[in-house]
């Protein structure tokens, strides 16, 4: 069992050295996961239907937030701090499952653009780019094991918060006494007016709703993890088209001593400079339309992620305070500061590998090639030294620093709400 896993893990029994590879095949769960989302259509450029499992997801996550917003009011109103911050927690991550959902339903051109580029540089490298083609696919196999990372990472922590509920309730049905009282635990803190939680059929009815959100959420982000995680894998991998393609631009080319050589030069320079442009207008293309579908989920998370961890965290140390351990908000706080770093961290490296084009373009030899390609170096190094395409007013770099400046401000937030008088 375990070799087998190692197997599926390292694509073992792929063997990508030679003849076509298809990259849906390639990236079995990635292609899977947009085909149930309904995004993998390309003869379909209308959003999907209503009628599907996007439908349940942002059904199930709009009655969440809604009872959490209720809840989160009624802890203001109380005054109870815990309540208030736990159910503001719950509401910011059941309002990023509702951006998720819309994003994907209103940009299912550009997931199409994005499938159709990717088929197309499989395609290059199995043909006419085939002498990259050991580098190329040592990339794929990076992206594809960090997908699989991502996505168990992702579902363990959906999974151990149900787990922890269900311990949680049968913990508390062990130990209960009448004489002292109490109330079964929820993995949300539910609450209306004039309607107890811990009665009848109505626990039993939101212990269920509640799991089977946490469920939906971690499906719905493992589509968007994964999808953003190839998404800018696969940009990364047409840069380093473009850098190869930029190192073998004057190879074998030399000053002409004759007319013959300057005529064979010139139209060799001139093939090579059009796949050059080519490959670096679709790099670009598929940067743009990662931005349109990526750009404001990850503006939310920017404003959003360091008040969940400070919250989760604050609730975390106040439970602990009165005994009680709170494993499911912890496992919240971990794994929103780890897929928030995941982001932060792949754009970082996006925009260090477009600006490497640059640098490959003064590597070469351009004084062989006389003063024909000069021009459109100098563009192609001017287009890489730009900003990526991920700014927005009032919104700083997603980055790698951007992510520890948010960290040090949850933290200092905590220390402040821990020391307040409340």
């Known amino acids: 069992m375990w070799k087998k896993l190692k197997d599926f893990y390292n ?12 990259p849906y095949e390639f990236h079995k769960t990635f292609y899977q996961i947009l085909v149930n989302f309904k995004v993998a259509d ?6 999907p239907s209503y009628f599907n499992q996007n ?25 109870n701090l815990r309540l208030a911050t736990e159910a503001g927690t719950y509401t910011i991550v059941m309002a990023y499952a509702l951006l998720i959902s819309s994003c994907t339903r209103k940009n299912v051109p550009q997931y199409h653009n994005f499938l159709r580029a990717m ?11 085939e002498k990259y083609r050991t580098q190329y696919f040592r990339n794929q196999l990076l992206t594809w094991k960090i997908c699989i990372f991502a996505c168990i990472f992702t579902a363990s922590i959906a999974v151990g918060m149900v787990s922890f509920a269900f311990l949680s309730l049968l913990y508390f049905l062990a130990t209960y006494k009448e004489e002292i009282g109490g109330s079964r635990p929820l993995l949300f803190p539910f609450w209306l007016p004039n309607v107890d939680f811990g009665e009848t059929p109505v626990y039993e009815i939101a212990f269920m709703f509640s799991n089977i959100c946490a469920l939906l959420y971690a499906y719905n982000y493992i589509f968007m993890i994964q999808t953003q995680i190839v998404w800018i894998r696969q940009i990364t991998s047409k840069v380093d088209i473009v850098i190869w393609s930029i190192e073998d631009l004057l190879v074998d080319v030399h000053p002409a001593t ?12 001139k093939a090579r400079m059009r796949d050059i442009l080519r490959h670096h207008q679709s790099m670009y293309s598929l940067m743009e339309d990662y931005a349109i ?23 975390i140390a106040e439970a602990f305070d009165e005994g009680e351990f709170q494993a499911i908000l912890l496992l919240l706080c971990i794994g929103t500061t780890v897929l928030h770093f995941v982001p932060c961290y792949f754009c970082t490296f996006l925009a260090v590998k477009v600006s490497s084009v640059c640098d490959a373009c003064w590597n070469i030899p351009f004084w ?11 563009l192609i190094m001017q287009r890489s030294l730009r900003h990526l395409p991920l700014q927005a007013a009032g919104f700083e770099d997603i980055s790698i620093e951007t992510f520890s400046k948010k960290m040090t401000n949850a933290y200092s937030l905590f220390n402040m709400l821990r020391q307040a008088n409340i």
């Open 11 to 22: 694509k073992t029994h792929t063997d990508f050295s030679k003849g076509y590879v298809d």
């Open 42 to 47: 390309l003869s379909n450029e209308n959003p």
């Open 55 to 79: 439908t349940i997801i942002f059904m199930t996550g709009f009655i969440a937030k809604v009872l959490c917003v209720i809840s989160f009011y009624h802890g203001l109103m109380t005054f």
């Open 119 to 129: 088929k197309d540089d499989f395609h290059f490298i199995c043909t006419s780019g």
């Open 258 to 269: 004759s007319e013959e050589e300057s005529v064979y030069f010139s139209y060799l320079i």
């Open 293 to 315: 579908v990526y750009k404001k989920m990850l503006m939310f998370e920017q404003k959003c992620c360091g008040s969940v961890v400070c919250l989760t965290a604050y609730c």
């Open 368 to 378: 062989n090639a006389g003063p024909v390609i000069r021009p459109y170096m100098v």
